[in-house]
């Protein structure tokens, strides 16, 4: 995995450091992050014995990315991942409770099951922006993204839909339902702190143009780094994760599911503003990917990172902050 996913989602570069070194030497992936996210939280809980609630909450975040990335070794459901996805959920608890900004965990009924996220609200709030991923990385992996719009004066929710995190390893919500349905959800959950805006990122950009589209309560949507019309890719990885978010076994199955999620301009509009982010060095997504969307919007903005990785890793400051000063000017300028 690359160094600058693991920054992106908030690993510390020492802890980046540890874990090639013990890979390197022969180590099993998932228990160097293990040992390296319990060493993390050791800190942490020393800090907090010591008053330093600034330093617990640190290190919670850091010990959280740690095993966060240890259950990526893992595409299927086995009982390591869910092991090792509830000390990253810990892990998160843990920080929430030394958060500068409120934030707690939500759980939404939905289907036979629940979805599930955290969510950080300042006060007076002028709006919210649900913020989500694709195949892999999960509710508060974007805990980095969430600071940039909380410190714009925007709640956040960081959500796990279908086929991801506890609505899936927990709750058995899989990515068979309907994806719009679902993070509307999420949105009818922030709207009492007025305008509310998606960011999906990978796969979840799909989703979060599916939900702009279906959701009249969406003010403002970012697809980063998606597929419109999504395709079973030649990576095993990536297969496996698309089997397990579907709760199958089965190429043929996945492929009927992305399929059935297309986003097709011609049958759907995205009403609200859009801001599409692409990376011209994106392996997995070419613009042509993501044009779709960019065709059902008749307010939309394209940025575009000429040396940009998949959902612009390499340039993860600057993303966060262009994307969340867009929110904040969208949402601010839609209040009721």
């Known amino acids: ?70 259950q990526m070794a893992f595409n299927f459901d086995t009982d390591r991942k869910r092991r090792l996805y509830a000390r990253f959920d810990d892990a998160v608890a843990a920080a929430a409770a030394h958060s500068p900004v409120p934030m707690r965990r939500v759980e939404a009924e939905f289907g036979a099951g629940a979805l599930t996220g955290w969510r950080l609200r300042p ?46 390893l927990v709750h058995g919500v899989h990515l068979d339902v309907d994806v719009a349905a679902a993070f509307g959800v999420f949105v ?14 990978s796969v979840g950009g799909l989703f979060a143009a599916l939900t702009a589209a279906r959701h009249p309560g969406v003010t403002a949507c970012c697809v980063n780094g998606s597929f419109a019309a999504p395709r079973l890719l030649e990576f095993r990885t990536f297969a496996e994760q698309a089997k397990a978010m579907l709760g199958r076994a089965d190429d043929d199955a996945v492929i009927a599911n992305f399929a059935r999620l297309r986003f097709d301009p011609a049958a759907e509009a995205i009403p609200c503003p859009l801001l599409v982010l692409h990376g011209g060095a994106d392996p997995l997504v070419d613009l042509a990917d993501q044009q779709p969307f960019l065709d059902a919007a008749t307010d939309a903005t ?25 929110f904040a000017e969208r949402l601010d300028g839609n209040r009721a």
């Open 1 to 70: 995995m690359g160094v600058t996913r693991l920054l992106d989602a908030g690993m510390r570069y020492d802890d980046v450091l540890g874990l090639r070194a013990g890979t390197d030497a022969g180590r099993m992936w998932d228990e160097v992050a293990e040992e390296l996210g319990d060493a993390r939280t050791a800190q942490a809980l020393a800090a907090a014995e010591a008053g330093r609630a600034v330093t617990a909450h640190e290190s919670h975040r850091a010990a959280a990315a740690c095993y966060l990335f240890a």
């Open 123 to 168: 006060d007076a709030p002028r709006g919210t922006v649900v913020v989500f991923g694709g195949q892999s990385g999960w509710g508060a992996t974007y805990l980095r993204y969430a600071d940039a719009l909380v410190a714009r004066g925007l709640a956040v929710i960081l959500a796990e839909g279908p086929g991801q995190g506890d609505s899936r």
């Open 188 to 201: 009818d959950l922030a709207k009492s702190d007025g305008p509310v805006g998606v960011w999906g990122n």
């Open 302 to 326: 394209l940025r575009i990172w000429d040396d940009g990785e998949h959902t612009i890793y390499n340039h993860a400051d600057e993303r966060n902050a262009l994307a969340a000063d867009w």
